[in-house]
Antibody, heavy 119, light 111 residues
Framework: QVQLVQSGAEVKKPGASVKVSCKASGYTFTSYGISWVRQAPGQGLEWMGWISAYNGNTNYAQKLQGRVTMTTDTSTSTAYMELRSLRSDDTAVYYC????????????WGQGTLVTVSS | QSALTQPASVSGSPGQSITISCTGT?????????VSWYQQHPGKAPKLMIY???KRPSGVSNRFSGSKSGNTASLTISGLQAEDEADYYCCSYAGSSTYVVFGGGTKLTVL
């Protein structure tokens, strides 16, 4: 079955960077893309961006441009999301989800990775 | 403030039907038939329930249906069951600059 398994929880200090991984299985990795969505504690969902696993093309949310980088490693069917210059309001659960294109629905989702930014 | 507007909460009794609205603009919901709906139980990842306004993924109950009129999309759940109690989020494509916008979420309570 299609499955996305994310890396474990992280605690970072303000100004640091975090890199979250998302390992895919059960489908041809390069035939789809991966979207990243985050959810601050008690808040709604926020789209961060999308990457094509076929050619590495990316689309990022304007709000995060310059601070976020999404990459893939096709040899291990793993997608990565790096967020730099972390602030306290970046504290959230970060989800990856399979999506053929940036406009596509997200299905399925990874289990989520809690990133806590605290001094 | 979310780009799409949803009611904060709705409720219904078992067996009843409820509808959750999702209001956007002519730049997102009104321009594209690319509205999706997600169900999220506490502490869990979201689950796709409806895509492209009214299509159901395999395995999703036919009690869930979607529609759109103008700038407003709607999710209807018929024959409410206790397991339907969750948060529901709408999502729309918003063009090649903004890409994707979400609603603020609606908490469904089954009385």
């Amino acid at each position: 079955q299609v499955q996305l398994v994310q890396s474990g929880a992280e605690v970072k200090k303000p100004g640091a960077s975090v890199k979250v991984s998302c390992k895919a299985s059960g489908y041809t990795f390069t035939s789809y893309g991966i979207s990243w969505v985050r959810q601050a504690p008690g808040q709604g969902l926020e789209w961060m961006g999308w990457i094509s696993a076929y050619n590495g093309n990316t689309n990022y949310a304007q709000k995060l441009q310059g601070r976020v980088t999404m990459t893939t490693d096709t040899s291990t069917s793993t997608a990565y999301m790096e967020l730099r210059s972390l602030r306290s309001d970046d504290t959230a659960v970060y989800y990856c989800a399979r999506a053929p294109r940036a406009a596509s629905p997200f299905d399925p989702w990874g289990q989520g990775t809690l990133v806590t930014v605290s001094s | 403030q979310s780009a799409l507007t949803q009611p904060a909460s709705v409720s219904g009794s078992p067996g009843q039907s409820i509808t959750i609205s999702c209001t956007g603009t002519s730049s997102d919901v009104g321009s594209y038939n690319l509205v999706s709906w997600y169900q999220q139980h506490p502490g869990k990842a979201p689950k796709l329930m409806i895509y492209e306004v009214s299509k159901r993924p395999s395995g999703v109950s036919n009690r869930f249906s979607g529609s759109k009129s103008g700038n407003t999309a709607s999710l209807t759940i018929s024959g409410l069951q206790a397991e339907d109690e969750a948060d529901y989020y709408c999502c729309s494509y918003a063009g090649s600059s903004t890409y994707v916008v979400f609603g603020g979420g609606t908490k469904l309570t089954v009385l």
